[in-house]
């Protein structure tokens, strides 16, 4: 008898250890970068991190040079011109700029430096948005898009730092976002689980 409690209290710590390290992994989401004739040419990853949320982007057939890069409202991307994306994602209606006293959007973003040779290493960890539920969810209801642009932003100038057309555009999607969830909920329930066993092997035996 006291064997088999044995075993139900080990395979409950190793389903409880295994939930939370799936847990402790959080929230993330990608947004695959097409371009105006519906090529994927980059990947932006989304990583919810305690300091904010750390994007990284990888791409390629950009010209050498600054490009503004943003988190836009909306989460439809329409070729050619992108213009369904919507403004910048500005849940505290700011103004536009990294460097404007009245700023900046929450979706506003550094520059992407591409190098001579095509190259690029981008990332940047903002806490001006939130993968998890919020005012500042990037998850709200018609969610949002990441846009990269022809031409560097100023970071001043209001509503978007001239920095002209809409080259790449993704939808920014949660992965594995529903399962991490669960992945939550079962390991408070495991939790639970756990603690109920362990108060009835000291009460009742
Ligand atoms: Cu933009
Ligand atoms: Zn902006």
């Not at 409690?5 to 695959?32: N, Q, Y």
């Not at 919507?86 to 006293?101: A, E, I, M, Q």
Request: net charge negative; charged share 15%; with cysteine.
């Amino acid at each position: 008898m006291r064997s088999i409690w044995t075993i139900l209290v080990f395979v409950v710590v190793g389903l409880l250890i295994g939930s939370m390290t799936v847990w402790a992994v959080g929230e993330r989401a990608a947004a695959p970068l097409r371009d105006a004739e519906g090529r994927v040419m980059g990947m932006a990853l989304f990583v919810q991190e305690a300091q904010g949320v750390r994007i990284s982007v990888t791409v390629k057939g950009l010209s050498p040079g600054e490009h503004g890069i943003h988190i836009h409202a909306v989460g439809k991307c329409e070729p050619p011109d992108f213009l369904s994306a919507g403004p910048h994602f500005n849940p505290t209606n700011k103004k536009h700029g990294l460097n404007n006293p009245d700023g900046p959007h929450a979706g506003d973003l550094p520059n992407l430096v591409v190098g001579e040779d095509g190259s690029i290493v981008y990332e940047h960890i903002t806490n001006l948005v939130t993968l998890t539920p919020g005012e500042l969810s990037l998850f709200d209801e018609d969610g949002s898009s990441l846009v990269i642009h022809a031409n560097p932003d100023d970071q001043i100038t209001d509503p978007a730092g001239n920095s002209g057309a809409r080259v790449l555009c993704g939808v920014i999607t949660p992965m594995k976002g529903a399962s991490l969830r669960i992945g939550g909920v079962f390991s408070a329930l495991l939790l639970l689980a756990a603690a109920a066993l362990v108060i009835w092997l000291l009460l009742f035996r």
